[in-house]
């Protein structure tokens, strides 16, 4: 039995059990996602000194949307109580507390292809290869528990381009025999795109620049969704049912309602409800 992306808790941000180094180790730039600027390595002004976010209430009205569609997918606590085995950068030499904030999106980009290859083995169209997914999920697992300096010399690109190539191949796996130019969308631009009521059902829409786009009522069932930019794409009653490789963080960043129907692997964001 195969694990399943819901029951894989280390793979979803714990604050908890993290000492904030999102709103430490990355950058952000004013914009329509941020309020103000922030140097890669410097605390956000809103980290309180238990950690938590002082506005987390308040994020979106105080012009920090970006926050709430972040999603580390574990690395904080991975790299926070395993890598550096609880040590608060706060009290940490200098060198080391950067040592954290350069391992920390290394380990965030191993645990987004966890999370991929951990949902490719539940599909089982996926079947022929998933001797292969296992192998390069265990090689990933074991990567993420390097020390601080292997993961800091690792080529995660080299290692992020194998593994993208299986999850190519799961996908296609799955999409066999799907036909036509409009269910073939890699990597197309749509930004803003009317596509309200579109049947893209099985669609290739891997990297697919969707920003903004009107996706209501479209059909997206089994879609694969893999890194396609959601920002402000409107997803009011679409049906994403089995759509994969549609992470947290896509969704977050949708507009949506409680008419959409979504794949087990993600949850409704609140902001859909609750009129953020
Ligand atoms: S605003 Fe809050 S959640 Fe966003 S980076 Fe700052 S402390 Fe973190």
């Not at 605390?43 to 308040?58: E, F, S, T, W, Y």
């Amino acid at each position: 039995m195969e694990d399943h992306i819901a029951t894989r808790s280390d793979l979803r941000g714990d604050c908890a059990r993290c000492f904030g180094l999102c709103c430490v180790a990355l950058p952000f730039a004013v914009s329509a996602d941020f309020a103000s600027d922030k140097a890669a390595g410097t605390p956000c002004p809103n980290l309180q000194g238990d950690h938590r976010c002082g506005i987390h209430a308040k994020l979106r009205p105080k012009g920090f949307a970006g926050c709430t569609v972040y999603d580390c997918f574990g690395a904080g606590q991975q790299v926070s109580q395993v890598t550096f085995a609880g040590q608060d950068w706060r009290t940490a030499p200098r060198e080391q507390a950067r040592r954290m904030f350069e391992v920390f999106p290394v380990v965030r980009q191993l645990h987004e292809l966890l999370r991929h290859l951990t949902e490719a083995l539940t599909l089982p169209a996926a079947g022929p290869i998933h001797p292969d997914l296992r192998r390069a999920l265990a090689r990933t697992e074991d990567l993420t528990h390097g020390t601080p300096a292997e993961l800091g010399a690792l080529d995660v690109g080299a290692h992020r381009q194998e593994v993208d190539d299986l999850l190519l191949r799961a996908s296609e796996l799955v999409r066999a025999g799907v036909r036509g130019k409009k269910k073939e969308r890699r990597g197309a631009d749509l930004m803003g795109a009317r596509l309200k009521g579109a049947d893209l059902s099985r669609a290739n829409l891997r990297g697919a620049c969707l920003i903004a786009a009107d996706l209501t009522g479209a059909d997206l069932r089994g879609a694969d969704l893999i890194g396609a930019d959601l920002r402000d794409a409107d997803l009011t009653d679409a049906d994403l049912t089995g759509a994969f490789f549609l992470t947290q963080p896509q969704v977050n960043a949708a507009r949506g309602s409680a008419g959409a129907r979504l794949p087990e692997s993600v949850v409704r964001p609140v902001h859909w409800t609750a009129g953020l």
